[in-house]
């Protein structure tokens, strides 16, 4: 059993084959093309002027530059910087000054022309470029690559001398401003101490602030006094009124004249408890008591009410104090607030100057660093390899353009041949005929070597006679399967081997013991007479037309077996012929007498009319030429016969050009084909 990796390897080995036959079919246009396409690339490549390229390399190193004098170095961008400095090469300036320098050799020579010469690359991870230019002249164009380079370097020089003398300029008119401005500003701080009389600012500050913390205390310590001084007033005003209470003031506490008299007070009252359990109230002793009671009572009262007098003073004392501490702390205050007015306007004076004044030594420091700079200012930019003249011319390359040509010829050859291929309508090969006719195929003859028109039977080639042998056979096997009595052959169009298809299967199956009849009813294009050499002019039209009998009109061959009707004399209006009842009767009258009869008829894309005559007879076969019959037109004249119910047994092909191997493939395949469904129906071949 074959595994289907070797059904991929054959449709593989078949489309390959196919390839290469669409090749040999259209073999002409690929050697036209191929023949067209190098002999112009030739000529062109030989007819180019040619041209020489020569190169400076140059060294661009990326150049720092300064914001101020904090940050320090910044490098440009690598990419950025290299596109900017092409440019700069291609600019006008630098190109008339290379036009400049060769206005000696290269008077003519203008800055245009020389940029459209011109082409600048980048070596690749490095700070190197190539200056190319290209020139009909070998020594013109290395002249010219070392002009362009020396008057970059000239440019960028130049630029960096400008510059330096731009900042000097200007660094020079700064300073100027700027030592005017601190002139003025020193000025204005001088004015400004000299008016408000300001020695030391910051001392003055700092004593100032020292003095209000003080203040600020004392004039907190006095408010806290006159708050207790004013607690106490209170409650002693409470007691006045309460001697009894006195002891719970600490003023009264602490005081000892107030001490001794209440003790004296309890002491007295003590006695009087005592006494008064011994005397009634109105005794002496008890009176005495009493009084002296009251008197001590009075007197408590006197102290206190002293006490609260001296605390009312001590009072009245610490307010005034008070008041006298916060006038003193409001006026320290307005104090500090106007000094620090005058400080911050002293500051931005002073700041003022100091800013000026540091400008101004910035500025003057680089204008000396800028004026000593200046004459010794490096260069970036350097010459690496100076361009020499080449020896040989860069373009064209003669043997990479004929190449070049030979494989464009071969690929727009091939592809037109496969182009031609897809666009042509005709059945090139056996495969067309099944895949777009549908159709089974009979055989294949071969294409004639010399196209000159066969006139007698015998000059067929024996490759042709044995093609039809095949042809022949199959037909043979297929009389054993159905009933083939009367073939029909037929065409599209004229001159695809009709008439010759006749001829030689009717000589075919006459040698092979057939009695064999070929009837010519091409009354357009009669040729069968002719080639089997029948000098009778009488025919098919004569029993049409003027009612001979069939035996009147058929004539002997010189091949033993083999009969013709000839067509005739040629009628006026010869399609009324295959449309008339008379053709069933002439099949009907010629069928007894033979085994095999063949008709040769007019092309059915020309005459329509035919096919009646076609559903007449058993089998018709059709022959297609290859690379000549168009697929389409033969699709609508299959419709046609299937329209009147046609035997269309199958296709011969003719003109075909095959290789031996493969004629063998296709004879053996069909040959065993059919010799297998007679086998199988218990028959052999003749």
């Known amino acids: ?365 680089n204008l000396k660093k800028v004026d000593i700079t200046s004459s010794m200012t490096p260069n970036n930019i350097r010459i690496v390899d100076k361009a020499k003249a080449p020896k040989g011319p860069a373009s064209p390359n003669k043997r990479k353009r004929i190449l070049n040509g030979i494989l464009m010829g071969l690929a727009l050859g091939i592809g037109l041949c496969f182009l031609t291929e897809y666009m042509d309508d005709t059945v090139k090969d056996e495969k067309d005929l099944q895949v777009h006719l549908n159709g089974n195929l009979l055989g294949m003859t071969p294409k004639r070597k010399k196209q000159k028109q066969v006139d007698r039977i015998e000059d067929y080639s024996e490759s042709t006679i044995q093609s039809f042998r095949n042809i022949r056979t199959i037909l043979t096997f297929y009389r054993m399967e159905h009933l083939l009595k009367t073939l029909l052959v037929t065409s599209t169009v004229s001159g695809e081997g009709k008439t010759s298809c006749v001829a030689i299967l009717g000589k075919l199956f006459a040698e092979s013991g057939y009695k064999t009849l070929v009837v010519d009813v091409d009354f357009f294009r009669p040729r069968l007479r002719k080639l089997f050499q029948i000098n009778e002019n009488t025919g098919v039209t004569d029993y049409f037309l003027f009612g001979k009998s069939a035996d009147e009109i058929t004539f002997q061959t010189n091949i033993e077996n083999l009969w013709i009707i000839p067509s005739g004399l040629i009628p006026s209006n010869p399609k009324n012929l295959f449309e008339t009842d008379k053709i069933q009767t002439f099949i009907d009258d010629l069928s007894p007498h033979y085994d095999m009869i063949i008709f040769d008829t007019p092309p059915l894309g020309a005459y329509i009319e035919l096919s009646f005559f076609c559903s007449l007879v058993d089998g018709l076969a059709y022959i297609v030429k290859t690379n000549s019959t168009s697929r389409h037109h033969t699709k609508k004249m299959l419709k046609i016969l299937e329209t009147s119910r046609t035997n269309l047994i199958g296709f011969i092909l003719t003109h075909v050009t095959k290789t031996h191997d493969e004629q063998y493939y296709y004879k053996k395949q069909y040959y065993q084909y059919y010799q297998q469904d007679s086998q199988n129906d218990g028959r052999s071949d003749l």
Not at 11 to 39: C, E
Not at 180 to 187: A, I, W
Not at 192 to 221: A, C, G, W
Not at 222 to 241: P, V
């Open 1 to 365: 059993m074959t595994e289907p990796d070797d059904y991929e390897t054959q449709d593989l080995s078949v489309t390959i084959r196919q390839y290469i036959n669409i090749i040999k079919r259209r073999l002409w246009i690929l050697i036209a093309v191929f023949v067209t396409v190098v002999i112009t690339t030739a000529v062109l490549t030989y007819r180019q002027t040619p041209v020489y390229r020569a190169s400076t390399k140059i060294i661009i190193e990326p150049e720092p530059f300064r914001t101020d004098g904090i940050m320090g170095t910044i490098y440009s961008i690598k990419g950025e910087y290299f596109q900017t400095q092409c440019d700069i090469i291609l600019s006008e300036r630098v190109l008339e000054k290379a036009v400049n320098l060769l206005k000696d050799t290269s008077p003519d020579l203008t800055p245009a022309a020389l940029k459209g010469r011109v082409s600048i690359n980048q070596v690749k991870d490095t700070y190197l470029a190539t200056i190319t230019v290209s020139h009909t002249n070998p020594e013109s164009a290395a002249e010219e690559a070392n002009s362009l380079a020396r008057a970059y370097i000239l440019y960028t020089q130049e630029d960096k001398l400008a510059s330096s003398k731009d900042a000097f300029s200007w660094l020079s008119e700064q300073i100027a401003v700027l030592k005017s401005s601190v002139k003025k500003s020193e000025l204005e701080l001088l004015k400004f101490k000299e008016k408000e009389n300001i020695v030391s600012l910051e001392k003055r500050q700092t004593l100032l602030e020292e003095n209000l913390s003080l203040v600020h205390n004392e004039y907190m310590q006095a408010s806290l006094k006159g708050m207790e001084l004013e607690t106490l007033m209170n409650e002693i005003r409470k007691i006045a009124k309460k001697p009894e209470l006195a002891e719970s003031l600490p003023k009264v506490i602490n005081n000892d004249m107030i001490g001794n008299l209440k003790t004296e007070y309890h002491r007295l009252n003590i006695e009087l408890s005592k006494q008064s359990r011994k005397f009634k109230p109105r005794h002496p002793i008890i009176v005495a008591l009493k009084s002296q009671i009251e008197d001590i009572k009075e007197r408590l009262t006197e102290e206190v009410q002293k006490i609260l007098k001296s605390v009312e003073i001590e009072y009245r004392i610490n307010k005034t104090n008070e008041e006298s501490i916060q006038r003193n702390l409001e006026s320290l205050k307005r104090e500090s607030m106007q000094l620090s007015q005058q400080a911050v306007q002293y500051g931005v004076l002073k700041r003022e100057a100091q800013s000026n004044s540091q400008m101004y030594s910035a500025l003057l420091g």
